[in-house]
C-alpha cells in the first residue's frame, strides 16, 4: 500500500517539474580583438545574443533568437551621413525585432567542433567570412547599427550597415560612410558561443495556454491518482 502511494505522489512530482532546455549564447566584446581605425574612431562594443537553440554542430542562418543586446560607441570624423560628433548606440530588444528591423544572423558550427568548452571561431565552417552579424535597420532613424564579420584567417571588421534611416523623405547609409574598424584575433583562443542550460517554470502555465486538452487529461488524470491513493489507503486501514 505504501508503495503504491509513494508511485502516486512520485508520478505527481514527476508532472509538475519545470521544464529545462539548452540555449546558445554568443558573446564578443572589444576585448577579444586588436582594434585598428579605418573611418573614424569607433572601438568600443559588445554583443550579447541567445539563441534559442541548443549547442550543436549545423548551419545557423537567422536562428531562433531570445534576445539580442549589442552596444557601438566612438567619435565620428567629419563629414559622416549622421553629421553627428559621436554616438552610443546600446540596443535591447527580443530576437523577433530583431528580424523585423532587417537585421541578420549567419554563421555554421563545424561538425568536427569540441563543444565542452565552447565553440571557438576557428571552429566555424567556412572558407573566408564565417560569422555575419547585420544589426541593418529600416525606418528607425538610427545611422549606427553594426555589420560584425569574422574570417577563417583571424581578421575581421566592425563597421555601420546599409542603414535606411528614414523613409519619408528617403535617406539610405552606405556601408562604412559612418565608421569601419578592422579586427585581428587568434581564432583557436576566441570563444564565440557556449551553451547554458536555463528552467521554465512557467511550463504548466504555457501548455494549459497552448494545449488546453491535454493540459485538462493530465490534471485529471492527477487528480484520479489522488482519488485511488486515498481510497486505497482507507481500504487498507478498514483491513
Known amino acids: ?75 565620428l570624423i567629419d563629414g559622416t551621413p549622421s553629421g553627428f560628433e559621436a554616438f552610443d548606440l546600446m540596443r535591447e530588444i527580443t530576437g523577433e525585432e530583431f528580424y523585423a528591423q532587417g537585421s541578420s544572423l549567419q554563421f555554421e558550427i563545424d561538425e568536427n567542433a569540441v563543444l ?34 569574422l574570417r577563417t584567417d583571424g581578421t575581421g571588421r566592425i563597421q555601420n550597415s546599409n542603414n535606411t534611416p ?12 559612418e565608421y569601419v574598424n578592422d579586427l585581428l584575433f587568434d581564432p583557436g583562443n576566441t570563444t564565440l558561443l557556449t551553451g547554458q542550460v536555463v528552467t521554465d517554470t512557467s511550463a504548466t502555465v504555457e501548455a494549459e495556454s497552448s494545449g488546453g486538452g491535454a493540459f485538462s487529461i493530465v490534471v485529471w488524470l492527477m487528480l484520479m491518482c489522488s482519488v485511488f491513493c486515498f481510497n486505497f489507503t482507507r481500504a487498507a486501514v478498514k483491513e
Open 116 to 149: 565542452e568548452d565552447g565553440v571557438q571561431i576557428d571552429e566555424l565552417s567556412g572558407t573566408d567570412v564565417v560569422f555575419r552579424f547585420d544589426g541593418r535597420e529600416v525606418g528607425n532613424e538610427r545611422f549606427h547599427p553594426a555589420l560584425l564579420e
Open 166 to 177: 528614414t523613409l519619408d523623405p528617403l535617406l539610405e547609409i552606405d556601408f562604412g560612410s
Open 1 to 75: 500500500m505504501r508503495g503504491i502511494t509513494g508511485i502516486c505522489l512520485m508520478g505527481l512530482t514527476f508532472l509538475w517539474q519545470p521544464v529545462s532546455a539548452q540555449t546558445m549564447q554568443l558573446t564578443l566584446s572589444d576585448a577579444d580583438f586588436e582594434i585598428t581605425n579605418v573611418v573614424s574612431d569607433v572601438d568600443l562594443f559588445d554583443f550579447q545574443i541567445e539563441i534559442n537553440a541548443p549547442l550543436a554542430a549545423g548551419v545557423y542562418s537567422n536562428p531562433p533568437l531570445t534576445s539580442v543586446s549589442y552596444r557601438v560607441f566612438g567619435s
